[in-house]
T-cell receptor
Framework: GNSVTQMEGPVTLSEEAFLTINCTYTATGYPSLFWYVQYPGEGLQLLLKATKADDKGSNKGFEATYRKETTSFHLEKGSVQVSDSAVYFCALSEGYGGSQGNLIFGKGTKLSVKP | DGGITQSPKYLFRKEGQNVTLSCEQNLNHDAMYWYRQDPGQGLRLIYYSQIVNDFQKGDIAEGYSVSREKKESFPLTVTSAQKNPTAFYLC????????????FGSGTRLTVV
């Protein structure tokens, strides 16, 4: 079945450090891929997405490229800020409807950025 | 602005009581979902609905019930049969295929004492 594996946290970085959170997936078709962010006590917000191979999603300085050959969608940011401290979830959707249309989430990676 | 609203933000109930969490969306989305999140944990799917008057069990449906009488609304009832109901509950909605991703509500934190 479909699955998402993302690196376990927590990840602790100093402000202005480079961030990578790894995400790999298993899917039978051509899924859409997503990164969501959850700030403490809040719901999840869509951070970025990519719907086909080689697409790059980007938002707020974060980027992720849909790599079909390595089945990966790693999240990167060149210079993190304290305000980026949150939990990040990688997810995929086959998008065919029925239960296959549901999003499959990774377990989340907690990021803490220190001043 | 369109969005998805969960209420209340915080809810306290005594053990053995049923409680209903509200979820309303004005995005004209066909599909709606309920997730449970425990501290430091990922998301676990409770129920989902892809059309009015129809819904399916997710991975942890035991002790929960839902209804979908209107497209905009998908309330979740946590029954007394749920062994450990204290958790953060998230509602989400999407277009039918889910390919565009989900829109989430801000969550309800339920504490059973």
């Amino acid at each position: 079945g479909n699955s998402v594996t993302q690196m376990e946290g927590p990840v602790t970085l100093s402000e202005e450090a480079f961030l990578t959170i790894n995400c790999t997936y298993t899917a039978t078709g051509y899924p859409s891929l997503f990164w969501y962010v959850q700030y403490p006590g809040e719901g999840l917000q869509l951070l970025l997405k990519a719907t086909k191979a080689d697409d790059k999603g980007s938002n707020k300085g974060f980027e992720a490229t849909y790599r079909k050959e390595t089945t990966s969608f790693h999240l990167e940011k060149g210079s993190v800020q304290v305000s980026d401290s949150a939990v990040y979830f990688c997810a995929l959707s086959e998008g065919y409807g029925g239960s296959q249309g549901n999003l499959i989430f990774g377990k989340g990676t907690k990021l803490s950025v220190k001043p | 602005d369109g969005g998805i609203t969960q209420s209340p933000k915080y809810l306290f109930r005594k053990e053995g009581q049923n409680v209903t969490l509200s979820c309303e969306q004005n995005l004209n989305h066909d599909a709606m979902y309920w997730y449970r999140q425990d501290p430091g944990q990922g998301l676990r799917l409770i129920y989902y609905s892809q059309i009015v008057n129809d819904f399916q069990k997710g991975d942890i449906a035991e002790g929960y019930s839902v209804s979908r009488e209107k497209k905009e609304s998908f309330p979740l009832t946590v029954t007394s049969a749920q062994k450990n109901p204290t958790a953060f509950y998230l509602c989400a909605s999407s277009e039918q295929t889910g390919r565009g991703g989900y829109t989430f509500g801000s969550g309800t934190r339920l504490t059973v004492v």
